[in-house]
């Protein structure tokens, strides 16, 4: 279904300010895993391993969660392969040190998967091993209906929010809780599901999102979808846009996320020849955005701020749990991005370089906080005094 919001929107913040967040937020992400992999001696040279493009992939989600829409009292259950992007908003919310920062996967130091044991900064959720977090906050909504309801009727309560994975829904224990008709008009829960269409070893090859959707709205869930951007969903309203979107919907999904790591004439090309007998009103569509066909192609709804925010903030006294379906690319951002391989690839030391470059930092400054005079700077002071 398409984005109808079931309460009142509040003024979104500036959108400059939370991109310069997310953008800080992953390169932290990625940077804690690269220190452990290249900058930590090592005696044997093994490889410590760690999860950019999945990281990459939820930094979008992530940030506007919490930046934007987390009140204290909420609870959240992270995604195992995002916990780098967890603990890089963690520190930029002055919870965690800076020298853990550099100890991800390390002896008593930051937890490749999330855990409340372990982590300096216990989390709400452990939700290691894949699939099993996941369904751990829906009863935790429902633990937290039954207090209110029979022990303290004025105990208000929180939001509990699952971030997994789209292949954490290959799970049967996630279908065994959706389904329970105890959860049904849980509408304290969500669930944001980073659909980046790849597994650990390829790119899935048919997208099944409909199916998914259909299977929570027969149980009971409200479900909203993002799946394009707000600036390809303007393209799609122009002579030719219809086309572009046919293409688009009907490309094998191989096929298109190889599109991601191809050049501008590329990307053009394929599109056109995808279009068939319509390549002709295609091609005049795509002329008048020559330079920006490659990134129109790349602008997916698990990606746009204003989305994210809007979809998240229609959650909001919703009288059944949400089910946010992202369309996200695994290692936005990178370059690595869509490669069918980066399940666990990790980015070179030139690529490290330029990503630094990119976000504004040097070697002096790249495990700063944010400017605290800055506006992204009092966003982050905002949700840190919110939480």
């Not at 869509?338 to 490290?352: E, K, Y």
Request: with cysteine.
């Amino acid at each position: 279904m398409t984005l109808h919001a079931v309460a009142p929107i509040d003024p979104l913040p500036s959108e400059p300010a939370l991109r310069s967040i997310e953008q800080r937020v992953l390169w932290l992400a990625v940077r804690m895993v690269d220190y452990v992999n290249r900058d930590l001696p090592s005696s044997d040279g093994m490889k410590i391993g760690g999860h950019q493009a999945s990281s990459a992939s939820l930094a979008s989600a992530m940030t506007v969660l919490w930046m934007c829409e987390l009140q204290r009292g909420d609870r959240v259950a992270v995604k195992p392969h995002a916990s780098p992007v967890l603990h890089a908003l963690e520190y930029l919310l002055g919870w965690l040190d800076e020298r853990y920062l550099r100890s991800l996967r390390q002896f008593g130091g930051l937890q490749a998967y999330p855990s409340r044991t372990k982590d300096p900064v216990p989390v709400d959720y452990s939700t290691g091993s894949v699939g099993l977090g996941a369904a751990a906050p829906l009863f935790g909504a429902l633990a937290q209906r039954y207090v209110r309801d029979h022990l303290q009727p004025d105990e208000g309560g929180g939001r509990f929010f699952s971030i997994l994975g789209d292949a954490e829904l290959d799970e049967g224990n996630i279908w065994e809780a959706i389904l329970d008709p105890a959860t049904r008009g849980l509408g304290e829960a969500v669930w944001i599901v980073d659909f980046n269409r790849q597994s650990l070893d390829r790119v899935v090859p048919v997208l099944r999102s409909s199916g998914l959707e259909q299977a929570f709205e027969s149980a009971g869930w409200r479900v909203v979808e993002l799946k394009y951007g707000r600036r390809l969903r303007r393209v799609f309203t122009e002579e030719g846009g219809r086309v572009l979107r046919r293409v688009i919907d009907q490309m094998p999904n191989q096929q298109y996320q190889q599109l991601f790591s191809a050049g501008e004439d590329e990307v053009t090309e394929a599109l056109e020849r995808s279009a068939g007998a319509s390549s002709r009103r295609l091609r005049k569509l795509l002329e008048g955005h020559r330079g920006q066909v490659r990134e129109l192609i790349r602008d997916l709804g698990g990606h746009d701020l204003d989305d994210l925010r809007e979809a998240l903030a229609s959650t909001r006294g919703s009288d059944r749990p949400t089910v946010i379906f992202a369309y996200t690319i695994k290692g936005h951002g990178l370059p690595i991005a869509g490669h069918p391989l980066n399940h666990s690839l990790l980015l070179t030391g030139d690529q490290i370089d330029d990503l630094r470059a990119r976000v504004g930092l040097t070697e002096d400054t790249e495990w700063s906080r944010i400017d605290a005079d800055s506006a992204a700077g009092g966003l982050v002071a905002d949700a840190a005094a919110r939480l």
